[in-house]
Structure formats: structure tokens, C-alpha cells
Nanobody, 125 residues
Framework: QVQLVESGGGLVQAGGSLRLSCAAAGRTFSSYDMAWFRQAPGKEHEFVAAISWSGSRTTVANSVKDRFTISRDNAKNTVYLQMNRLKPEDTAVYYC??????????????????WGQGTQVTVSS
């Protein structure tokens, strides 16, 4: 089992940047493939980015491609989401998820077993 805690959210103007962090505690962090999802008010959860347990493979949603980057530091038990050139439509609660590793970044929310409590990102126009 692993516990996840997100941080780094906040209010930023359009065009700005934020870096989200998701710190893991419990079972060995490198046992998990990780991902970020988000949920905007009144909308379904949306896949943002995923990374394999080693960090060698990543997948990013088309809606954030070239603006967002996912990375991880297994020595620090942390996965990151670097968000650049933010847009008002990026406003959402961002969640990190952990899935038992198979080396493949996963796009389906149902494949993740553990979730953090989320961190709010608000982008003003």
C-alpha cells in the first residue's frame, strides 16, 4: 500500500507555470507506475500524464502536450508535473495515482489503485 500527497497547486495567471509534486509513503515507490489526472468543475476526470516506474516511458495527453511534463525521482519518492503556458481551461483539481508496475504508462483511471487527495490549480485569464 502507498499513501500519496499532492502539493504545489495554486492561483496563477494565464501563461504562467506551476510544478505539482506528489510525495509517496509506504511501499517502495519504484513498485508503481504513476500518473496525473484532473477534474474540472462539472466534468469527468481527465487523463493528463503518466510515467513508468523507472521513468523511462511517459505519455502526455494531447490537450497538454508541449506544455506539461511528467517526471519522477525515485530517490525522493516523488512524481512531478511541470505545467507551463497555463490556460484557463487547465483549471481543475489535479490528482496523482499509483498503479502496480508493469512498465507501461496507463491512461485509464480504473487501472490505478491509489490516489492522493488532490491539489487545486486555478488559472485566471
Amino acid at each position: 500500500q502507498v499513501q500519496l500527497v499532492e502539493s504545489g497547486g495554486g492561483l496563477v495567471q494565464a501563461g504562467g507555470s506551476l510544478r505539482l509534486s506528489c510525495a509517496a509513503a509506504g511501499r517502495t515507490f519504484s513498485s508503481y507506475d504513476m500518473a496525473w489526472f484532473r477534474q474540472a468543475p462539472g466534468k469527468e476526470h481527465e487523463f493528463v500524464a503518466a510515467i513508468s516506474w523507472s521513468g523511462s516511458r511517459t505519455t502526455v495527453a494531447n490537450s497538454v502536450k508541449d506544455r506539461f511534463t511528467i517526471s519522477r525521482d525515485n530517490a525522493k519518492n516523488t512524481v512531478y508535473l511541470q505545467m507551463n503556458r497555463l490556460k484557463p481551461e487547465d483549471t481543475a483539481v489535479y490528482y496523482c495515482g499509483a498503479a502496480a508496475r508493469d512498465g507501461n504508462p496507463k491512461l485509464n483511471r480504473d487501472e490505478y489503485d491509489y490516489w492522493g487527495q488532490g491539489t487545486q490549480v486555478t488559472v485566471s485569464s
